[in-house]
T-cell receptor, first 112, second 113 residues
């Protein structure tokens, strides 16, 4: 699982601090967005999603912000914990019968 | 509830050999997908099946074939493996094609030597 993280942008955060992971999406017609977390050796896991008619959505310790004007998505993690260390992917979807398209990912490293 | 199950988890092939990666989901999802993941490349779509009986090419379909055997199962076949197909392969499923999350299997790590 470690090899899939090579050459990814890396964000290092102190335990307890807030993390912000950014994503620029590609298609102005995209109307649905998801953040996934991938731990070493595992498949991606759903964190939170947002539809294009919203600017912000909150979950447990996570918030997703959507700026359609500049095609930008961000994931905020509050009080980052060692268990948050992983690779994070954004994904976008547009139209009916189209699959999710993934970004290249960001590695989050939490410093204890 | 098993979710999305992939077999095998690991495989080593020689160049030119063939093999089939198996995927099954027990969530009654309509749509299924095969992605490959390479270092620094994120997840790239190989093929997908929007519903039982249909399949479509994704971003990187060359060298692969798929079969949607039934609603539960979606297999990926490499007819003549090449070193460039060394990758981690993920199967995923979704309840419907729009505004729903995809659920992923644990992956198959394939090495072609």
């Amino acid at each position: 699982g470690e090899s899939v993280g090579l050459h990814l942008p890396t964000l290092s955060v102190q335990e307890g601090d807030n993390s912000i992971i950014n994503c620029a999406y590609s298609n102005s017609a995209s109307d649905y967005f998801i953040w996934y977390k991938q731990e070493s050796g595992k498949g991606p896991q759903f964190i939170i999603d947002i539809r294009s008619n919203m600017d912000k959505r909150q979950g447990q310790r996570v918030t997703v912000l959507l700026n359609k004007t500049v095609k930008h998505l961000s994931l905020q993690i509050a009080a980052t914990q060692p268990g948050d260390s992983a690779v994070y992917f954004c994904a976008e979807n547009w139209g009916r019968n189209t699959p999710l398209v993934f970004g290249k990912g960001t590695r989050l490293s939490v410093i204890a | 509830n098993a979710g999305v199950t992939q077999t095998p988890k690991f495989q080593v092939l020689k160049t030119g050999q063939s093999m089939t990666l198996q995927c099954a989901q027990d969530m009654n999802h309509n749509s299924m997908y095969w992605y490959r993941q390479d270092p620094g490349m994120g997840l790239r779509l190989i093929y997908y099946s929007a519903s039982e009986g249909t399949t479509d090419k994704g971003e990187v379909p060359n060298g692969y074939n798929v079969s949607r055997l039934n609603k539960r199962e979606f297999s990926l076949r490499l007819e003549s493996a090449a070193p460039s197909q060394t990758s981690v392969y993920f199967c995923a499923s979704r309840r419907q094609e729009r505004n729903t999350e995809a659920f992923f299997g644990q992956g198959t790590r394939l090495t072609v030597v």
